[in-house]
């Protein structure tokens, strides 16, 4: 069900609607068989992976006899396999956890149900890419790990993180938690000789960090910049509408829960921002095929560019966007809530540094924290460069959905004892991956009955 979600919004949604142009990069290396320079557009700056696969199997299709016209479509099927493909790895993930079965298809249905995550499955960009290298990369390590840090899989991790750091620069949070990773191998309750864990270490990096160090230095002395943006050709944060603060101390989803999209009521919050645009679609790239009143929207569109003002009165939803905007955003609530429970038992409880689990399961649980720790870092400081909504994408923390899974699947095995509390959360979370099935299947309705087909 979750793959025909996803399959069922990419064939609903227009190539071009996603949140920047993904294509132009494509179609440049197509065009000279080499990536641009970083200045060429702006999605050049991004890094190349995604871009020079996309472009490969668009000169394929081409030598197949596919028309030009049809090539945006197949481009964009591949953020829906790198979509559904990650899917897959988290679920190959969580059977290496011990959790309970209930606690583990619950955790596994959030992951397929997350609205953020199907959402971006529907749009071309290299965000799914970068979910599925990560995750790739976090199943190697475990592997790692469990072989006592054999050599012949660190250079496989070593391979697949060098992949992935080139797919979206919020893939550099690998590298630290790498780090951290081995340091608590090194020093804490893991039976691996110490220079077999260096060896190990060292290995796993060199790859990488070569292939990154000399990336840096070659934009510093190219671009002056260690990590281009592009916005030498358009920087849409300049213009774009902004709170006169932004707070990261803040947490007021019920703003969204009534207005149900970007406001100017509601650009002020970061947690606010980041926790209801995973669960609606709060920067409408959906909604609009849901409302025919188009005037509205392109005035609308016309603020979010910060060409004009916010458009007079309040917007008029259908019932069913009032409906499932308010609950999808309250409900999603509860596996935030258990999120934080899980979250916290990994760091302070069972499976922390001084917890009562073995050595290798204490070791694999510590990458989910560690991962997302740096992961908000990336994100944060990524912010503080443009404090504008565009910044707050809870898509940039979609790389740590494993740990975002495994941490609700160790907070719900705190309620194991307990049938009656498991019954309750089980309906309730039952009840919210209905709303969103029935959401995202209003919007596919809506997308095929617009004038777009």
């Given amino acids: 069900m979750a793959v025909t979600l996803r399959f069922f919004l990419f064939l609903s949604n227009p190539p071009e609607n996603s949140f920047d142009d993904h294509f132009s990069p494509v179609y440049l290396i197509m065009q000279s068989g080499k990536t641009p320079s970083k200045d060429a557009c702006l999605e050049c700056a991004q890094p190349p992976v995604f871009y020079v696969i996309s472009a490969m199997i668009g000169e394929f299709a081409l030598k197949m006899g596919i028309n030009k016209s049809n090539l945006p479509k197949i481009l964009q099927f591949l953020p829906f396999l790198y979509g559904s493909l990650n899917l897959g790895v988290i679920y190959l993930i969580l059977k290496k956890i011990t959790l309970s079965p209930f606690s583990r298809a619950i955790a596994f249905a959030t992951a397929c149900f997350l609205p953020r995550h199907i959402y971006m499955s529907a749009m071309h960009s290299n965000d799914t890419l970068s979910y599925l290298s990560v995750a790739i990369c976090i199943y190697l390590l475990f592997i790692v790990i469990e072989r006592k840090l054999s050599l012949l899989w660190s250079v496989l991790l070593s391979i697949a993180t060098t992949v992935a750091l080139f797919t979206k620069y919020f893939a550099f949070a690998f590298i630290p938690t790498i780090i951290i990773i081995y ?157 934080l429970m899980g979250a916290l038992r990994i760091i302070f409880g069972k499976w922390s540094l001084w917890g009562k689990s073995n050595g290798i399961e204490m070791v694999k649980m510590q990458v989910f924290p560690t991962l997302l720790i740096w992961n908000l870092v990336c994100v944060v400081a990524f912010v503080l460069k443009y404090p504008v909504f565009s910044a707050i994408k809870d898509s940039y923390l979609l790389i740590s959905l494993p740990t975002i899974t495994v941490s609700i699947g160790a907070g719900l095995m705190l309620f194991e004892k307990y049938k009656v509390i498991k019954k309750i959360i089980a309906a309730l979370f039952a009840i919210l991956f209905i709303l969103v099935i029935f959401h995202i299947l209003y919007i596919v309705k809506s997308a095929w009955h617009s004038d777009l087909f």
């Fill in 183 to 339: 340091m608590i191998i090194l020093f804490c309750r893991v039976t691996v000789p110490a220079k077999k864990v260096l060896i190990s270490m060292a290995i796993t990096l060199l790859l990488p960090l070569c292939f990154i160090g000399s990336n840096l230095f070659y934009n510093l002395k190219t671009y002056h910049e260690i990590l281009p943006t592009g916005e030498g050709t358009l920087d849409p944060a300049l213009n774009q509408p902004r709170a006169k603060s932004l707070s990261f101390i803040t947490f007021k989803p019920w703003v969204l829960m009534d207005k149900k999209i970007l406001c100017p009521e509601s650009l002020d919050s970061f947690w606010t921002l980041l926790y209801s645009r995973m669960w609606f679609d709060v920067e409408p790239k959906f909604l609009y095929f849901t409302d025919p009143d188009k005037h509205w929207w392109y005035h609308y569109y016309g603020w979010i560019r910060g060409e004009e003002p916010f458009p007079a009165g309040s917007k008029n939803f259908s019932t069913f966007t009032r409906f499932s905007g308010f609950w999808l955003i309250a409900l999603g609530m509860l596996p935030l809530s258990i999120f």
